[in-house]
């Protein structure tokens, strides 16, 4: 959008190639399971839900308005239920290592991870949308970047992004 507003996008090159998922994951030892996130606060007993910053990380923006969504934010975070994190990596690690036995990531990095379960998906209507924008920017020395667009959207490209869980659009 900035780079729209301000004029900087070769017309008819913008566009999303790709979007994400918003996951609740499970480590290894986490014994209460629970079927939608208005039960998180129950379920997570004595261990918190490890999150990104919330002021920092899209991954906690997200993840806030999907708890706000559900109408759980203000009893979990009132009731000082969540570790904060600088990163989604380090979310993943906090849930993997059982120092949380909750975390909200990347349904991606979810997948990298063979320590966590994913529990429970978010809705997409419940936060912002995760989508990976590409565009070209006006300028003479652009071809190489048109030729990684056009790979983009090849089957090639799609197949691969599809592996890691990337839903494409």
Same mark, same amino acid.
């Given at each position: 959008k900035?780079? =729209?507003?301000?004029?900087?996008?070769? #017309?008819?090159?913008?566009?999303i190639f790709a979007s994400n998922e918003l996951?609740?994951?499970?480590?290894?030892?986490?014994?209460?399971?629970?079927?939608?996130?208005e039960k998180?606060?129950?379920a997570l007993g004595d261990s918190n839900l490890a999150m990104g910053d919330t002021k920092a990380v899209p991954a906690g923006k997200y993840g806030m308005e999907a708890l706000k969504y559900h109408k759980v934010? =203000?009893?979990i975070s009132g009731?000082? #239920?969540i570790a904060y994190y600088p990163d989604v990596r380090k979310v993943l690690n906090a849930v993997e290592t059982s120092q949380c036995d909750y975390g909200i990531v990347y349904r991606t990095?979810?997948?990298m991870s063979s320590k966590v379960k994913v529990v429970y998906t978010f809705k997409g209507k419940s936060h912002s949308p995760i989508?990976?924008?590409?565009?070209?920017?006006?300028?003479?020395?652009n071809d190489g970047v048109k030729a990684f667009m056009k790979f983009l959207k090849s089957s090639r490209a799609k197949a691969v992004l599809k592996k890691y869980g990337f839903k494409m659009k």
């Amino acid at each position: 959008k900035y780079l =729209d507003d301000k004029k900087l996008v070769e #017309k008819g090159t913008a566009g999303i190639f790709a979007s994400n998922e918003l996951v609740i994951v499970a480590s290894p030892n986490a014994k209460n399971r629970f079927k939608s996130p208005e039960k998180l606060l129950e379920a997570l007993g004595d261990s918190n839900l490890a999150m990104g910053d919330t002021k920092a990380v899209p991954a906690g923006k997200y993840g806030m308005e999907a708890l706000k969504y559900h109408k759980v934010w =203000d009893k979990i975070s009132g009731a000082n #239920k969540i570790a904060y994190y600088p990163d989604v990596r380090k979310v993943l690690n906090a849930v993997e290592t059982s120092q949380c036995d909750y975390g909200i990531v990347y349904r991606t990095d979810a997948m990298m991870s063979s320590k966590v379960k994913v529990v429970y998906t978010f809705k997409g209507k419940s936060h912002s949308p995760i989508d990976y924008p590409v565009c070209v920017i006006n300028g003479k020395n652009n071809d190489g970047v048109k030729a990684f667009m056009k790979f983009l959207k090849s089957s090639r490209a799609k197949a691969v992004l599809k592996k890691y869980g990337f839903k494409m659009k």
